[in-house]
């Protein structure tokens, strides 16, 4: 055993509880993130999840570096619509484990959760090897799935894609969505190096959904390698926005009028694009009943609660904050430039308020330079620090809006559900509050609204 890893003497069983499961995992071996699948590949055979998934499912694989959780949702979606029994592993989860692991829309119980943790902990004993608790995690993920005999798999990666545990599972469909810098300690820091590594999820004579414009050297050395049938988006396929409820698809064999989704449409033209590339039988009718129902919690995701206008967005990079302002400027002059005031025919002008916090690894200076930038009318920032061992200090955080806010207060609190009861009492029910930085900000900002 290698000097990396760590042993433990006992184990839980199945009468101990889903957070005592979690807890666990998070301890039984050193590193929160070894990429690699040295360690891995035994305990799945040992379980049979690869085979199962050669042998009884569909799979569609999805990396790229935004735009992976709208992407995957959006082929679950279809997929469910149209009448097949779908699985959907998606990380991380915003309020609850479960999130991360559903059939046809239903998230795994508790209980299901922990019987699969429990066969995964017997797998790994037996190879005697640790796991990382994302190795374990999305093991069990894939042992629920092959249990089930799904006809589906949709399975979003993780971290990169070569090395990932996700690619222990030969996909039939690959997806990248888009190639951006970001975990630069784990897969480089330059697109080609980065392209490489996502691009790792290709397997011979197979079909590459890629879903930008711009496309590096690597992905296509990799796509000539594999003998790769590739679509492009703005090359094979694009779409148009072409009013407030509907948007045009068009490839090289059709055209479609659709409703809009509650997503970004680069994404839904991205996942639209695998699933008719695939030999799935789709109509167009689960197509649009998909669209109208697909939603994910934490993408362009607007409520009103506590009588205020919120946007949730789970951005933590600069070309995740480019996702969101695409959508932010239309729909901030369509819906909400001005608000009504109650009791009166006039309407009052309306500001932006910002709840934000993000990981100290990230590219904050990045990230706060898109938003000042943009041209919206933030007001104010209210910051503070997630619960998170690598979360980004609130010194941190004011020194860089410091260097670009202009005008704009920033406000300092210890817990984000402080500076969620803050916002509240600083806004006006007209007001747009923005919540972005990281899943972990909207997931404690959640959990403090208790939505």
Known sequence: ?????????????????????????????????????????????????????????????????NGK??????????????????????SPHLSVFNERVRING????????????????????????TLSFFEMTTLAALLIFAEADCDVWVLEVGLGGRLDVVNIIDPDMAVITNIGIDHVDWLGDNVEDIGREKAGILRDDMTLIYGATE??????????????????????FSYRTMNATTWQYSNAAVTMQLPRPALSLTNTANALSAVLASPLNIN???????????????????????????????AHNEQGVTFLLAQLLPFWQQHLAEQP???????????????????????????????????????????AEIDYPRAASTEQLQGILTNYVDGAQIHEFNRLSEATCAVINASQPQDLIVVCGSFHTIGETLAALEV
């Open 1 to 65: 055993m290698s000097d990396s890893l760590i042993s433990h003497t006992h184990s839980l069983n199945d009468k101990a509880s889903l957070t005592e499961w979690l807890d666990y995992m998070q301890q039984i071996h050193v590193s929160a993130i070894d990429m690699g699948l040295s360690r891995v590949l035994p305990v799945a055979e040992a379980l049979g999840v690869v085979q199962s998934a050669k042998d009884d499912a569909y799979v569609f694989t999805v990396a790229g570096t």
């Open 284 to 314: 167009m009718s689960a197509i649009e009943q998909a669209l109208q129902s697909v939603k994910l919690a934490g993408r362009f995701d607007y409520r009103e609660t506590k009588n205020r206008h919120w946007l949730f967005d789970v």
């Open 69 to 90: 959780g709208s992407t995957t949702a959006v082929i679950a979606q279809m997929c469910q619509a149209a009448g097949y029994k779908t699985a959907l592993y998606q």
């Open 215 to 236: 496309m590096p050297n690597s992905v296509q050395q990799a796509i000539s390698q594999h003998q790769a049938t590739c679509y492009q988006f703005g090359q094979d």
């Open 106 to 129: 239903e998230m795994a119980s508790d209980q299901t959760l922990i019987q699969a943790f429990s066969k995964v902990e017997a797998a790994r004993l037996q190879c005697d090897l």
């Open 341 to 383: 005031i109650e009791g009166q025919a006039s309407r009052a002008p309306t500001t932006i308020k910002m709840l934000f916090s993000m990981l100290g690894d990230k590219d904050i200076d990045k990230v706060v330079q898109r938003l000042t930038d943009a041209g919206l009318p933030i007001s104010e920032w209210f910051i």
